[in-house]
């Protein structure tokens, strides 16, 4: 256990909030040297102790849940909070999974030899400190730290006051599979007050904390963004579009878009606005809509959609610019590419947006042109996460475009050091 | 000309910072899908202008000196803001050198084929707009311009004060250059203000500069991070050091020793300070000792350093934290490597470091454990620099960790987007 993390008194969170962070510094500068074999051991172990530990923690869940329902949380957020014994187990399979994908730190991965014969070659290192602020699911307790620790950073966790007792729970399991693995155990702190004043002190830590990781809702993450003084990596609204151009095969356009907004509507990279090109909206709009009506999502539509679909309900300006999260989607029949590429641009949220086309021309102008983390040709927004893209694992979707954009996995978490090779080069 | 940019009053500066952006944002737009060619095109007729106008562009810099001398500027200040007939020739040259570089955006700089048939590949694009702000020498007003324009980045430049007349002759043919080229005018707008107020508004308007690069003194770069609510792009001191091992060639290191002190002294990869393994301090100091003399050098030592080196001052801790841009070295003698190492990481920028060794374990605990930008095994540390590791042209170096770090060239001022081509691939 973390015995140096004592909950304290208000009037300490400056004090405490620099002395996690720079025992986090500490544990970052023997973690950055591990070897790839001490991480994945202390991944296996951790996944292990879960397995062994399920009845305590669910006993530490069941606590959280019954001050939820006392508090009178909803039951969806109740559901996100409630860990059972399969989720457990997914959450093990999830660390052992991370103790399978290649080790990051280390790998050389671009080099050159300058003609005087020094060979200058980029090495992937550990960014350092990362504080990593999130909501209620205990789950990403231990997603967001395998991902850290894996990738040779320092975490400091600051989880949801609902999931308290859980989070707790896990981060002491964590800490004692370090030991066990013989790595620092500061190398995963879990802040142990929930005053949200404490937020604020780790967020002036420049110097202590190299990056800030907000997961979570719109208000927190603005929050984050405005108070912190080291870099974000931000996850925004996703305000994804599907745009079916006129010669696009209309089957595959509505398999497209009906994923896109069904399979899990309440995700980032679920489909919010469909653009339809005018030459086909007469033979597409009235199907689709057939099929999205059976599946009970609500069409919120420009005048030309309701004239061809009239259950559609008028759509303001404000819904192209709402992510739903829900079982609505907002359409518009545009005369052009280029006009649905403008409605893009400026109603998007430069998340993910698919055109559905069988004409290259317009597949390359919507490529080029639509500035957003991902941009796909004939495939449902919601393939736009690490495990789709092959990157193994994900600690969330960057909206910045600055040092990660898109799906940020281990390399993601990561920086880079030239080592250059001579055998007395000198300048001259 | 940039005939929107006039001068604003005070109490106009944040809708003149707002209005700037604005601009630079369209034209970041419009910049983003232009060719290579086209800004090829850019820069070798930039390059022409500059060789065309020399006669007015020298005028309009006498005009800056002459200020810059009744305001009573130090000789040095002064010569680093002269322009001469030879230096406007190799601002033309690097313009037409930057131009032979590989076109930076639309790369596809890696990819997988995901076992559904989705194709996802990493494509680089620009950052958008840039604010850069520098100092005294007008040459980087021209620098900075065509590597962000290269790169597909709009840039607003704001020189100082010293520079004015010179920096807006500059700037004025970089733009008609745009116009000619079909480009954007508004890719490269030079801030008319010199107003410091100014700063601070573009420094608040994170949602339309992407990016914002200070270059110049300490000052300028700790009030840039402090007020920025962007990422910054930040190079602070280098307090490089050159370790000398127990086996190293003692002919070599001397070299490498002179070389990063007296090949240019005033500039960040310049050597600061030399640790020596006591095992060989007794045969290297003085023999190094005498080298220095002769070229002027003083040495601030430990207690060790001086009973070996009598003409040498007594070093402070400030010594060793201090980057002296002069002919000062400071030198310590140490008990091992991993005492070597401790020195660095405690008193050192994370710059550039530089070990001189034959032993292979020894380099690479060395490069493994010293957490600097560059770090260089039997190599002078002037060679930390875009150009000297083949990045081709160089805005600055890097000491964050984040996004870029070491020397930032083209790519270092791109971010990417994911472009996934599919068939009418759907989620399960």
Redesign the interface.
Known sequence: MNVGLQAPAPADLADYAWKTALRARQAA?QL??ATGAQKNDWLTRSAALIRQRTPALLEANERDCTAAQAAGLSAALIDRLRLTEARLEGIAQGLEQVATLPEPV?EIFAS?V?PNG?L?TR?R?P??VIFFIYESRPNVTVDAASLCVKSGNAVILRGGKEAKASNRALADLLVEALGDAGLPRDAVQLVDTTDREAIGHFLKLRDQI??AIPRGGRALIERVTAEATM?VLKHFDGICHVYVDASA?LK?AE??LV?GKC?RPGVCNATESLLVHRDVAGKFLPQVAKTLRAKKVELRGCERTRALVPEARPATEDDYRTEYLDLILSVKVVDSLDEAIEHI?TFGSHHTDTIVTNDLSAANEF???V??????????T???DGG???LGAEIGISTD???A???CGLQELT??????????????
């Open positions: 500068r950055a040297v280390g050159n300058r020094l200058v090495v290192v960014l350092g190299d990056l870099p095969d595959m398999d497209i994923n399979q641009e490529t080029a042109r500035d957003s983390a991902a941009v796909l040709v004939n495939a449902s919601r393939f736009n789709e893209f092959g475009r600055f040092h954009r898109g799906p920086s880079y050091k030239y080592v250059v090779h001579g055998s007395g080069q000198i300048r001259s």
